[in-house]
């Protein structure tokens, strides 16, 4: 699939998507931990500021999983 006008669409998309059903979209910081639990998700970011939500779509390299850089609760599997 080729995208005329760059893969940047992909995510603007989402946004008025997500932000039409009271959704948030996160673009461009570094998340610290992913939380789940009986209350919902939430995610840190590196400054400390928690976004929370019904769920989380997360898409970090698999070099951010394998050095550990995000923590998970719980732990994601082996």
């Not at 006008?5 to 931990?33: C, K, Q, W």
């Not at 970090?60 to 609760?73: C, E, N």
Request: glycine residues 16%.
């Amino acid at each position: 699939c080729l995208m005329p006008n760059g893969f940047g669409v992909l995510p603007e998309g989402l946004a008025r998507t997500l932000r039409g059903l009271g959704g948030t979209l996160v673009l461009g910081r570094r998340v610290v931990r992913v939380a789940h639990g009986e209350t919902g998700t939430w995610v840190e970011l590196d400054d400390g500021e928690r976004v929370s939500g019904d769920a989380v779509l997360l898409t970090p390299s698999l070099g951010v999983l394998q050095a550990g850089a995000i923590a998970f609760d719980p732990p994601l599997p082996a």
